[in-house]
């Protein structure tokens, strides 16, 4: 599935236009014709970018652009203005837009901002790595050299809490409630013959 773009334009052709351009680059786009209903919209699900309207009618875009952010909402948001005075593109960017694109405009600058923003909205994954042993924490894969490595999940944590912690001693207690959850969680698994440390070395023996 494409990336998430939520488009909100209060005049109807343009946002007609905007949903058509980005639907054709991939991206699954939803509308929203003003502000109360983007807000709304973003309360059922976050997109990855936003492309804003400034001036509609009720809830404009400066205010929708406050409350995503008083919301605590981090995604990029990129609003489409006429005014071009630079006040307002200050006004703008203080609401906490992180970019200001002028009407008209050409429709390859504007799928070239959103790539940019959602470039830069993307935080480069964790790999956790010592000598020839890697790990991706989110997707659980682990290499050695050129080999990988099949982890199950509680595998998989427990090999990151000993790749973060490199050069430093990681007590039972430690590996039982960050990667158990907690000691008494561990008890049954315990008496089954597998430790902590079982578990590791079962899956640097793969």
Not at 184 to 196: C, E, L
Request: glycine residues 6%; aromatic residues 2%; contains cysteine.
């Amino acid at each position: 599935m494409g990336e998430q773009i939520l488009v909100v334009d209060d005049d109807q052709p343009i946002l007609r236009m905007l949903v058509r351009t980005l639907s054709a680059e991939g991206y699954v786009v939803a509308a929203s014709a003003d502000g109360g209903s983007a807000l709304a919209a973003l309360e059922q699900a976050v997109p990855d970018l936003v492309v804003l309207d400034v001036a509609m009618p009720g809830l404009d875009g400066l205010a929708v652009c406050r409350r995503i952010r008083a919301k605590g909402l981090a995604l990029p948001v990129l609003l489409l203005t006429a005014r071009d005075a630079v006040s307002d593109r200050v006004k703008g960017l203080d609401a906490g837009a992180d970019d200001y694109l002028v009407k008209p405009f050409a429709p390859e600058e504007l799928l070239a901002r959103i790539r940019a923003l959602l470039r830069r909205g993307r935080e480069p994954a964790e790999v956790l790595a010592h000598g020839d042993l890697s790990l991706d924490p989110a997707t659980r894969t682990a290499r050695r050299g050129a080999r990988e490595i099949d982890l199950s999940a509680r595998e998989a944590s427990l090999l990151a809490l000993l790749l973060r912690n490199e050069r430093r001693v990681v007590t039972r207690e430690a590996a039982l409630t960050q990667v158990w959850g907690a000691p008494t969680q561990a008890v049954s698994t315990s008496s089954t013959g597998t430790s902590p440390i079982c578990a590791e070395s079962s899956a640097s023996r793969h």
